[in-house]
């Protein structure tokens, strides 16, 4: 059983925490209880100091096995309901000294000798039990009614060891393990300390929002409570706690549970009488074979704060709010960790969980509505924004936020370091309905040419419509929040009120039971190209007109232009000249099949003449045509390499 207290504690929030334990203690031993589940955080954090003149030689502790398991290694193993059978039985073979009561026809005595064994019937063991004996010098094996029995004296110390070892072992707790601090002998003030796993801490926090009067600045008072639970198995009583904010890095080893790794087994080799020995002939080689926030429908709201109508019950005030809670707790930066230092010893009883007030302040804070489509469609969100100037960092946790006294809505509050801002949205503000509309177009923002190309840039413009219909009767003001569009710049509105690199805000006026829309326009610099001849002179006056090219480009383009269409003149000459040969070719063709049949004499050789002629003639035309396809080539390279030449030069 624990002796020592336990003095302090540091919870986290990740499911362990370390205990202290102080307190004097006199003697060799001192032993430590914990869970089963804690032994391996336990072997791993386990620190222990003798803060006097003595020392600590060593730590102890259980094996991992059950109950059971250590029940079976040893020799005896008594039954719930004839515990005395049992022993009798599992003593077979040892010397043991049995005492006999007094009954009417024999006086008390007792009987030494070797166990034999335990004899019963089997359906109703304790019905008239005997136990025999062996006496070794007189070879006389006697027989003994257990009834008579009024005890049993080991006279082997191995069997009364394994009968202490049987009862230390049946009396072990099975979810609890025991740690044994040995220690020098005399007086010790003892410090233990240790990780086990522990409940995480919460935190749950109030927020209290008060207009200013008169121009004032508006507040709310933050107040925050650290809840904790006792899950061990004793009182805490008088403890310093603490409790860590932040991500320490932890994780389980296996400790506790012994590890004996796998070894080759290597045998003995056997020997035996070598036989006669012999060689034989080698044979021939054998052939080779992968937030969400919590959303509060308000109805209709007050002229203030998005509120419902308030009821004339006692509100309590910020300063009265300010004033209830007296703060427990200092902070305490510790690197990466924050600590919250609760002043005043904590005591809960086991099984018990406690709250501690650890922060409670007012704070300059701001009333705002804030838009933005991926988060709530349709309605802005009513929503606090403020800075951390608590001094402390503040843990992530819900928080309940309360208007003038009055319910407001909940939220979450992230994990803000000091000084960090935050934005507390609460409740829906349904009096206000945000419709978004979408629309985009491309204007050509500038031409330049380039070798035989001409380069048009182009603006892809991307506009974001907000439209606002109020249903209040007074004047609001909406920050709308826009995501911009990756690759895109800002055109207007070209100074945004706030901005980051995940959004842009505007803060936009609101008339009474009007419609306003807000509009917000990006743009992206696209480019593309065209050959100069695909244009006509339509598209070079459009650009003369539009101020995309000068009057001497366009006329020099125009020139271009012409040098291209006799280009394309010469082009369609020179198709037509092909589809002409095709045809002359196709003639020739015919004709000199119409000469094989034809004979040399008579109508037959006057017809053959003829054809003869005919071919002549399409000869003629071929050559013709052959010489007019290499004036009109070379005319078609004189062309393109005075476009070309032109072209550089404009």
């Given amino acids: 059983m624990t002796t020592l207290p336990i003095t302090r504690m540091v919870l986290f929030k990740h499911g362990v925490g370390y205990f202290e334990r102080r307190g004097a203690h006199s003697g060799e031993q001192l032993e430590l209880s914990f869970s089963r ?70 006086p008390a005595s007792s009987v030494e000798g070797l166990v034999v064994g335990v004899d019963y ?9 005997l136990v025999s004996l062996y006496n070794a010098e007189t070879r006389l094996v006697q027989t003994l009614a257990i009834t008579r029995l009024a005890g049993v004296e080991l006279l082997e110390p191995g069997a009364a060891a394994d009968l202490s070892y049987f009862l230390r072992a049946a009396q072990s707790e099975e979810q609890r393990r025991a740690a044994t601090l040995r220690l020098s002998p005399g007086d010790h003030d003892l410090l233990v300390g240790y990780i086990a796993p522990a409940p995480a801490w919460r935190v749950s926090y109030r927020l209290l929002f008060e207009a200013g009067l008169a121009g004032a600045e508006d507040t709310v008072v933050l107040q925050g409570w650290g809840l904790f639970d006792n899950q061990l198995e004793e009182d ?40 006669p020995i012999a060689f034989a002939a080698a044979p021939p080689p054998a052939p080779m074979m992968m937030a969400d926030v919590a959303e509060m429908a308000l109805g209709e709201t007050d002229a203030e704060y998005g509120m419902p109508p308030r009821s ?74 403020l800075q951390n100037g608590t001094g402390l960092t503040l843990e992530r946790g819900p928080v309940t936020v309360l208007c003038a006294g009055d319910y407001g809505g909940e939220a979450v509050l992230p994990f803000t370091r000091t000084g960090g801002e935050l934005i507390v949205p609460f409740a ?18 500038s031409l330049h040419l380039r070798d035989e190309y001409l380069i048009f ?159 002549n003639q399409l000869e003629d035309q071929l050559a013709a045509s052959n010489a007019e396809e290499l004036r009109l080539q070379a005319e078609l390279v004189r062309i393109e390499q005075e476009a070309v030449a032109r072209l550089k030069a404009v």
């Fill in 37 to 106: 589940e804690a032994m391996d955080d336990v072997l791993k954090s386990l620190i222990a100091l003798d803060l006097g003149a003595g020392q600590v030689l060593g730590v102890d502790f259980e094996t991992p096995e059950d109950r059971e398991q250590r029940l079976q290694r040893g020799s005896i193993h008594l039954s719930h309901d004839r515990s005395l059978l049992d022993l009798l039985r599992d003593l077979r073979g040892r010397r043991v000294r049995l005492q006999l009561a007094e009954t009417k026809h024999a």
């Fill in 121 to 129: 019937v089997p359906n109703d063991p304790l019905r008239h039990p």
């Fill in 236 to 275: 805490l009583n008088g403890v310093a706690l603490t409790l860590m904010a932040g991500m320490p890095v932890s994780f389980r080893y296996r400790l506790y549970e012994p590890h004996t790794p796998e070894r080759p087994l290597v045998e003995d080799e056997e020997r035996t009488v070598n036989a």
């Fill in 312 to 385: 004339r019950a006692f509100r309590p005030s910020a300063a009265q709010f300010e004033e209830a809670v007296q703060v427990a707790a200092g902070g305490d930066e510790r690197g990466a960790l924050f600590a919250y230092e609760v002043v005043h010893p904590v005591s809960v009883a086991r099984g018990q969980s406690a709250m501690v007030p650890i922060v409670s302040q007012r704070l300059p804070a701001r009333h705002e509505l804030l838009y933005n489509g991926a988060k709530h469609p349709r309605h802005p969100v009513a929503a606090l924004r």
């Fill in 428 to 445: 829906i503000e349904l009096g206000l309905t945000v419709e978004e509309q979408h629309r985009g177009e491309r204007k050509l923002a």
């Fill in 457 to 615: 840039e182009e603006h892809d413009l991307a506009t974001t419509s907000y439209h606002i219909t109020s249903g209040l009767e007074r004047a609001a003001e909406v920050t709308i929040e826009h995501v911009p569009r990756n690759g895109y710049e800002l055109v207007s509105p070209t100074k945004p009120d706030e901005q980051s690199a995940g959004f842009v805000r505007w803060r936009v006026a609101c008339a009474p039971q009007a419609r306003t829309v807000f509009e917000v326009t990006e743009r992206r610099l696209i480019s593309r190209h065209e050959q100069v001849r695909s244009l006509n002179g339509q598209q070079l006056q459009a650009f003369l007109r539009d101020r995309l090219l000068t009057a001497e480009t366009v006329a020099a383009l125009q020139e271009v232009l012409a040098l291209y269409h006799r280009a394309q003149a010469a082009q369609n000459e020179l198709t037509k000249l092909e589809r002409e040969r095709d045809k002359l070719y196709r003639q020739q063709t015919q004709i000199q099949k119409n000469l094989v049949p034809l004979g040399r004499e008579g109508d037959e050789g006057n017809l053959r003449q003829r054809y003869v002629n005919t071919l």
